[in-house]
Every structure is written in structure tokens, then in C-alpha cells.
């Protein structure tokens, strides 16, 4: 979420602490709503809200505990940050183990509170797009790869439309895992041919002694082995689509003779002198630049230009970054199911995690991880610059709290021991055990002119 549309509601009855944080939110890029009171703050606030709540504990007819609670009916994962006096710090602890996102006492630097609401936000963002990705999921009508909202995708769907019904060979470029069957598969299906057969042939799979055969057909006896009559691929395909994957792949007098039949929409099958017309309507994938191909001798030219009159390219992930979200949500949802097991949430390691690889391998790599993230087999490994307190134990979150507030009262008096430990209220040997379990040096606080 971008910080500079958030809005965060600030709830107070304190008019002067309400107006000073207002301008604090406000030259932080938020958008502060300031209540002057809970009931004020339930009637704006919506399980749509998208922001967090910042909310004092001691306020007159419905105070910060009951307004919390409140909100959680309203939406259970709306942060919710209190600000509490010293006397109200039992009941700040009471509301982190039913689920507060954090407090923080008076008086208070502002970047200390900037700082909470920062992690607030992003949890905040993170919540609201995983709730995003499941109904979008939910709703998914369309075949994998063409997911994503992104322009480039947005093009891509239109311009298979658009052609879908126009009887024009086509050629599908991209890389590896990209979605090139798919995209074939789309357009015959958005097509009037959809009623007939889709048949798909991977010509880099084929040996290159059968793939004549697997093409156009024999008829008994037209080489040894072959005892049957046998119907190739392209008559097969008679009405419907033909999908050559990898076209690259086919052996030079294989393609003279693809050539002639998408010249002439005539086939002449191994061992016959019978010519057969066909509807044909050839869809071809490659994962390298024919072009360039052709030019080093590698592909035959002709075939090239007749089948590059109309060129789809399949943009790689890399470069359709903000439709990865959306599609690790379905691949994680359709593991879930195969698997039995609930679908991972997109959580800020993986999120990063999935905007930083480069995705070689494309849809069927994020496929892939998906499934493994899914079966809890899948390592996430990704800097993390801090630990959010809202994903630490409830003993930690307090030992930093602790550790603030030394810093805060030292900060405060100086580095003076004796009206530090009368503001802290604690012996002098446990503020001095607490600095050394806290790496605190008492040093640091000290003005320059008396250290």
C-alpha cells in the first residue's frame, strides 16, 4: 500500500495531543482521522478501512479496551495501537494477548509512534491483499498463464480475441514455462473451430524417423513397421487447431514439406499418391527468434515468413511483476485442494521473496513453487531489515518495551543513574543488571560536555 493514501484514525479526547498528532500524521504522508471519541471512531470505521487505529486507553463512556474490542468484531485483523499512561500498562499488556498490535506509553517521541504505524501498515496491506488474491482467485475464469491485470496481459487477451476467429496461422513466441499451449489453447477455444479437435504435437519430442509419419499419416506398408493405416496430426486436426510446440525443432525437409501443406491446405500421406484436403489452421510455438534462426540457416526462411504473419509474444514474468501476486494465489489455492492442505498466505518474506526472483522458468516455475510453499517443502530465504513486533512472542515484544523505556528515561535525564532509576522506580542494581542484559550503555546518553 502506498503510505501517502493511508489513512490512519487517531482517537483521543485529549483536543491538544489529538491536534499535535494530526500534523505529526500529516507531514508523515498519512492521512490522520482524528476522533474525539470511540463512538465517533465505530461509526467510520468499516471492515473496508485500510488504514490502522491509534487509540488512547483512558477515555470518558467508551474507553480504548472497549473500542478495541469493538473493532475486532468489525474486522479481527484491523492493528489496532494503544497509547497508555504508566498506570494503564497492565491493561496495554491484557490487550496484546487479545491481539493489539502494540502500545506505547506517554509521553512519547514521534518517530516512535511513526515507527509502529509503519509496520502497522504494511501488516495492514498485507492482510488486505491476501484477502484481495482469494476472491480474485475465486472469481478466475480464464486459462493460467492469461492471468494478471497488468497491461501487457490486458493486450494479450484482447489481441487473441480479436483473431481468434480470423482463420490465420499464427505464431506464439516465449521463453520456457511462459504459457505458449496455453495461449493456443485460448485461441482455439475462442474460436469457431472450438466444436473440433485441439491437437497439440511437441516437435521436439518426436524422433526425427517418425515425425513425417506423426504429421501426415502412412498407409500400410510405407516403411517397415508400418502395418496400419495410420491418420497424421494435420488431418487429424481437420476443422480444428493444429499446435506445433517447439517448431524449431523440426528437421529442415520436415519443415519443406509443413510448407507446402500450409501453402496448398493439402496433405499427401506416406505411402499414397492420394491427395486430401484439410481445414487447417496451424497455431506454432518457439522458444527462440526464428528469425534469427532463419539466418543462421537453422530454420527455413520461407517457413518463417509464411508463418509470421501474425507473431503473439507471451511477455515473461520478469516483466509482468505485479500479476505474480494474483497468480502464486491460484497456483496455491489449486495445490491446496490437491493436496489437502490450507493455502499459505502471502506473507512479507514471500512477497519479497516472489517481486525479487527473476523467474526463469516463468509460469511453470511459480507453478512449481507454489506447490512446494503449499507442502511446506519450499525455502524462503529473504533479508529481513527488521522483525515486526507483531510477529515476535509476547516475552520478546516485552523485553523490547523494556529496553525502550531505559533508553527513553536515560534520554531524558541525561544519563543521570540516580533520577533515571527514580523515574524507572527500580533498585539500582536491577537498572544496572537490565542495561547490561539490554546492551544499554549508559554512556551514550550522557551530553558531550559532561562525559
Not at 485460448?186 to 473451430?193: I, N, Y
Not at 507442502?375 to 515484544?397: C, F, H, Y
Request: net charge neutral.
Amino acid at each position: 500500500m502506498n503510505e501517502t493514501r493511508i489513512r490512519i484514525a487517531f482517537v483521543d479526547d485529549d483536543k491538544e495531543l489529538r491536534e499535535a498528532n494530526t500534523q505529526t500524521l500529516e507531514l508523515a504522508g498519512f492521512k490522520p482521522l482524528p476522533f474525539a471519541s470511540a463512538s465517533a471512531a465505530l461509526a467510520a470505521l468499516t471492515q473496508e478501512f485500510e488504514g490502522v487505529v491509534v487509540t488512547d486507553i483512558r477515555m470518558p463512556h467508551i474507553d480504548g479496551m472497549q473500542l478495541f474490542r469493538r473493532l475486532k468484531e468489525i474486522d479481527p485483523d484491523l492493528p489496532v495501537i494503544f497509547i497508555t499512561g504508566h498506570g494503564d500498562i497492565p491493561t496495554a499488556v491484557e490487550a496484546l494477548r487479545e491481539g493489539a498490535y502494540d502500545f506505547i506509553t506517554k509521553p512519547f517521541a514521534a518517530d516512535r509512534l511513526l515507527q509502529s504505524i509503519r509496520r502497522a501498515v504494511e501488516k495492514r496491506g498485507l492482510v488486505l491483499e491476501n484477502r484481495r488474491l482469494k476472491a480474485a482467485t475465486e472469481n478466475i475464469d480464464g486459462t493460467l498463464p492469461l492471468i494478471g491485470e497488468t497491461p501487457a496481459m490486458q493486450r494479450l487477451r484482447q489481441t487473441l480475441r480479436h483473431i481468434a476467429d480470423a482463420d490465420v496461422d499464427v505464431l506464439v513466441a516465449g521463453e520456457t514455462g511462459s504459457g505458449k499451449e496455453v495461449v493456443a489453447s485460448a485461441l482455439h477455444q475462442w474460436s469457431r473451430r472450438r466444436g473440433k479437435p485441439f491437437v497439440a504435437v511437441n516437435c521436439g519430442a518426436l524422433p526425427d524417423t517418425m515425425i513425417e509419419s506423426e504429421l501426415f499419416g502412412h498407409e500400410p506398408g510405407a516403411f517397415t513397421g508400418a502395418q496400419k493405416k495410420r491418420i497424421g496430426r494435420i488431418e487429424y486436426s481437420s476443422g480444428g487447431s493444429l499446435f506445433l510446440d517447439e517448431i524449431e525443432s523440426m528437421p529442415l525437409d520436415a519443415q519443406v514439406k509443413l510448407l507446402r501443406v500450409l501453402e496448398t491446405r493439402r496433405i499427401t500421406p506416406l505411402g499414397t499418391n492420394e491427395i486430401r484436403n484439410v481445414d487447417l489452421r496451424v497455431i506454432a510455438a518457439a522458444k527462440v527468434d526464428l528469425g534469427e534462426a532463419s539466418k543462421l540457416g537453422r530454420f527455413r526462411e520461407d517457413l518463417f515468413y509464411r508463418l509470421n504473419v501474425v507473431t503473439i509474444r507471451i511477455p515473461p514474468l520478469r516483466e509482468r511483476k505485479d500479476d505474480i501476486p494474483l497468480l502464486f494465489a491460484h497456483f496455491a489455492r489449486l495445490a491446496a485442494a490437491r493436496f489437502n492442505r490450507e493455502p499459505p498466505p502471502l506473507s512479507a518474506p514471500v512477497r519479497s521473496y516472489l517481486m525479487a526472483h527473476d523467474w526463469p522458468g516463468n509460469v511453470r516455475e511459480l507453478a512449481h513453487f507454489a506447490e512446494r510453499l503449499t507442502l511446506g517443502v519450499a525455502e524462503v530465504d529473504i533479508p529481513q531489515t527488521g522483525t515486526p513486533a507483531i510477529s515476535m512472542a509476547l516475552p520478546e515484544r516485552m523485553e523490547l518495551y523494556e529496553a525502550s523505556l531505559i533508553r527513553e528515561a536515560l534520554a531524558a535525564h541525561g544519563g543521570d543513574v540516580r533520577l533515571t532509576i527514580e523515574a524507572l522506580g527500580i533498585p539500582r542494581k536491577t537498572f544496572y543488571d537490565k542495561l547490561q542484559r539490554h546492551g544499554i550503555s549508559r554512556a551514550d546518553f550522557v551530553p558531550a560536555e559532561r562525559s
